[in-house]
């Protein structure tokens, strides 16, 4: 049977994938946690036999044990023997194999999110927030790069939670790839499913843009960052409309794949952060690549150093060595002053190591998830009950708290502590302390159809993206709205702020018109040779991308937050349109059954055929979203699909609601309902 099933594959793993000898390891580089899950005996069977599925049987006396070796000493099988050898990265897209230019284009994305100064655990494939897999081991990488050096136009790579399934006929104007992660059955769609699935090699926590393979470092986060901590002054702390955060104290936590992003945005806000982080080595990673720029060792000298610059109204983000716990516990007990705060933690992976308890070293932290759960379990818990109730006494002083969506609100509720429902009887309608999307980047950008666009040059050459931020910047008239004015001296001062780690992308928020007018003058550059091709996406985390109530869909509130129609109708149809890469994940960042997301990558090859693509996929990609919105009542964008009704009379229609009157509304039910 094997030798049949050998011989039926042209695309394998054959002995020479299988390195004779483990390949070297930087000690110097983070490693992922022990994960830990109690399969049975019968299970653990299960998983070394998934595994083996990758490997032709000759090959399996041997591997067997070092896969069991893997599954008992790191709670996964990674198969760290299929590694290719040293540093993997997004290179140029000319020196990757291939038969189609999108084939690349993929491998460049791939790679660049296993990039040693991007990926937080990359010897575990793990892009950021602590669980986000590229896929779940390297058997899987290195036959999804013989499929990706194989297909053509005429064929579609179909991979299931990082599982290659292969190869189907299509035709060019179909996506190259479709991608979906732990997209698991409702009665199954938990945290502890989820665990014992991804033990057992069969699930892949794709994050939104690690499985999704569009990850371009901690820039991809800045803008929405920059964004939100930029309204909330307005909105909050009485800044103006054209006012920045100069003298205003921003206090957070988190210096990882995403929360990295924190300290330049705040910096480029004209703001003063101070960030907590427990892991000196993300702390050093952002000092090398310059986002942030002083490192504090107490509580006192984070304050001291933040009020010096304060005063003198200089931007500088500044990283504390230690628990966010203590910060602010220091900050209450000291009346120190803060305009803003918030969190940005991987509370989605709460017991996980996505949270560090206070009082506890992170050598600790990782020794007790490896040794003693139990225990680490009850200090997260006391932490969480600690950091609720200093945020408590810190708001109540005037502080404006919001909660990142990272799920750290909802891992407060799941402790215990009901108080913090917004509604006093469940989770359903939020919490007292509102998201980000619901009080400020919802209303203020999303609603509107403002969102994450974003675009990889795939030459590798950084006078590719200075020309294509010149020709984005030409696009955008800031007189138009605020958001517009915002986003022009964000792109016009793109490269002075040094937001580059990996290949060479940006990232820069627009709206449905103006992301597809900016797709086409890409393309047309392409097509004139101005540049090399473009791989154009977005994250995930935008205006239809992901329906998740505790964060992209917080500020929706007819009801509708808690459906999955909008991420899953966005994914199909975006595949339905072409776009080149379509993915649809579980979990995105705020965990396993909280949220599901869909994305997609444009390769620009400066063709007419992508012109057509971009023009039908570009708006719909956007307006499904706001469609959603306006449904939902959302008064700007009520406003938005009535413009782009106006504006696509013969083509496109958006359903709009008409809205009830509150008091006719409050008098039939106090009539009738005594």
């Known amino acids: 049977m094997n030798k049949d099933i050998y011989e039926a594959m042209t695309i394998k793993l054959t002995k020479e994938d299988?390195?004779?000898?483990?390949?070297?390891?930087?000690?110097?580089?983070?490693?992922?946690?022990?994960?830990?899950?109690?399969?049975?005996?019968?299970?653990?069977?299960?998983?070394l036999k998934n595994a083996l599925r990758y490997i032709p049987k000759e090959f399996h006396e041997k591997l067997a044990p070092e896969f069991l070796d893997e599954l008992m000493e790191h709670g996964r099988i990674y198969g760290y023997r299929f590694r290719p050898e040293g540093r993997i990265y997004g290179k140029p897209i000319d020196e990757y194999k291939g038969k189609c230019i999108e084939a690349k284009a993929i491998q460049v994305m791939i790679d660049n999110n296993l990039d040693f100064d991007i990926a937080l655990y990359p010897y575990e494939l793990v892009t950021y927030g602590e669980t986000g897999q590229v896929c779940q081991n390297w058997m899987q990488y290195r036959l999804i790069k013989k499929y990706l050096e194989n297909m053509t136009q005429d064929q579609t790579l179909v991979v299931a939670s990082g599982h290659p399934t292969g190869l189907f006929r299509s035709k060019p104007e179909a996506p190259r790839a479709i991608i979906t992660n732990a997209l698991m059955i409702g009665a199954f769609d938990d945290y502890d499913n989820w665990a014992r699935a991804t033990a057992l090699g069969v699930a892949n926590y794709g994050q939104m843009t690690a499985g999704g393979w569009m990850y371009i470092g901690p820039q991809g986060i800045v803008h929405g960052t920059y964004s939100t901590i930029l309204n909330a002054a307005r909105l909050f702390c009485g800044v103006p409309k054209d006012g920045d955060l100069a003298g205003k104290l921003f206090v957070t936590s988190g210096l990882g794949g995403m929360s990295g992003a924190q300290g330049k945005a705040t910096v480029i806000a004209h703001g003063v952060g101070i960030i907590a982080e427990v892991d000196i080595s993300r702390i050093h990673t952002r000092l090398e690549q310059g986002w942030i720029n002083k490192i504090a060792r107490s509580p006192e000298e984070a304050f001291k150093m933040a009020k010096e610059k304060m005063a003198s109204k200089e931007a500088c983000a500044i990283a504390f060595h230690g628990n966010i716990v203590d910060l602010l516990e220091y900050a209450a007990q000291h009346n120190e002053h803060i305009d803003l705060l918030s969190d940005q933690t991987s509370c989605h992976a709460v017991y996980d190591g996505g949270y560090c308890p206070v009082g506890i070293s992170f050598e600790e932290r990782t020794r007790l998830l490896a040794e003693d759960r139990k225990k680490f379990r009850e200090l997260v818990d006391e932490t969480l009950k600690r950091h609720y109730e200093v945020i408590k006494k810190l708001t109540s002083r005037g502080v404006y708290f919001f909660d990142y969506g990272n799920s750290f609100l909802k891992s407060i509720y799941d402790i215990g502590i009901k108080e913090i429902s917004k509604n006093g009887r469940d989770d359903k309608g939020g919490f007292i302390f509102p998201s980000y999307v619901e009080d400020i980047l919802g209303p203020e950008l999303f609603d509107y159809g403002y969102g994450p666009f974003r675009w990889v040059c795939l030459s590798g050459k950084k006078e590719d993206l200075l020309k294509t931020d010149h020709a984005a910047l030409e696009l955008v008239d800031p007189t138009r709205r605020y958001q517009d004015r915002d986003n022009y001296m964000w792109i016009k001062n793109a490269d002075k702020n040094g937001l580059v780690v990996g290949t060479?992308?940006?990232i820069f928020y627009q709206d449905a018109m103006s992301r597809t007018n900016i797709a086409l003058k890409f393309n047309e550059m392409v097509r004139n040779g101005e540049i090399g091709p473009v791989?154009?996406?977005?994250?995930?985390?935008?205006?239809?991308?992901?329906d998740s109530p505790f964060r992209e869909t917080s500020n929706i509130k007819d009801g509708s937050s808690i459906m999955a129609d909008m991420a899953t109708q966005c994914f199909a149809g975006n595949a339905a349109r072409g776009m080149t890469m379509v993915a649809l994940h579980n979990g995105g960042g705020v965990g396993i059954g909280k949220s599901v997301n869909g994305g997609f990558g444009m390769v620009l090859d400066g063709s007419h055929r992508v012109d057509e693509i971009l023009m039908q996929a570009m708006p719909w990609d956007v307006m499904g979203g706001v469609a959603r919105r306006a449904w939902a009542r959302n008064p700007h964008s009520i406003e938005t699909a009535i413009e782009y009704n106006r504006a696509n009379r013969g083509t496109d229609h958006i359903t709009l609601p008409y809205i009830a009157d509150e008091n006719l509304i409050k008098r039939v039910i106090d009539e009738k309902i005594k």
């Open 18 to 47: 299988i390195p004779p000898v483990m390949p070297k390891m930087d000690p110097a580089l983070r490693r992922a946690p022990k994960r830990v899950v109690n399969l049975e005996k019968d299970e653990i069977e299960l998983a």
């Open 504 to 506: 060479q992308a940006r």
């Open 535 to 546: 791989m154009l996406g977005r994250d995930h985390h935008d205006v239809s991308g992901t």
